[in-house]
């Protein structure tokens, strides 16, 4: 059996799927990335990012590796 997304966990907490809490996550990281706070952006570029800007799953990484003090 395979181990369930991080995704499909918060559906399953929220009572909906995970293609919408996906979903969710991206317009909220729109709206980080697009505020102009000096302070915001600063933190936007410590990011890894492939394309311009962060998926989800950079967003997450990113947030494992600073609680992890990394």
């Known amino acids: 059996m395979r181990e ?3 995704y499909e966990k918060i559906a399953e907490k929220y009572n909906t799927t995970p293609e919408e809490v996906r979903r969710e996550m ?3 990281i729109d709206a980080g990335f697009d505020n ?3 302070a915001v952006q600063e933190e936007w570029k410590k990011m890894t ?3 311009e800007r962060p998926t989800p ?3 997450i990484n990113y947030a ?7």
């Open 4 to 6: 369930k997304t991080i």
């Open 36 to 38: 102009p706070d000096p």
């Open 26 to 28: 991206r317009i909220v």
């Open 64 to 70: 494992v590796k600073k609680l992890k003090g990394k």
């Open 49 to 51: 990012l492939k394309g």
């Open 57 to 59: 799953e950079e967003v």
